[in-house]
């Protein structure tokens, strides 16, 4: 097992980063929004884009964004 995550955030995670290289190949980019913090650290470790709602600011989604 690569991640400690749960089968559902497994598929989350494969489709977001699915859809993130579709997005990078026209030149867009994605950014992955979740407060789970084992999913979190999955999608960063996998080289995605984060925000948590719960600790984030608003500052900071509009940087990213």
């Known amino acids: 097992m690569k991640y400690s995550i749960n089968a559902t ?3 989350v995670l494969r489709s977001s ?3 993130a ?3 990078r190949d026209v030149g867009n980019g ?3 929004v979740a407060s789970d913090l084992r999913l979190l650290q999955a ?3 996998e080289g995605l884009t ?3 709602p719960e600790t ?3 500052k ?3 940087l990213l964004i």
Do not use: E
């Open 43 to 45: 999608a960063q470790a």
């Open 56 to 58: 984030d600011s608003q």
């Open 50 to 52: 984060t925000f948590n």
């Open 9 to 11: 955030d497994a598929l």
């Open 17 to 19: 980063l699915d859809a």
């Open 21 to 23: 290289a579709l997005l």
């Open 30 to 32: 994605l950014v992955f």
């Open 60 to 62: 900071q989604i509009d």
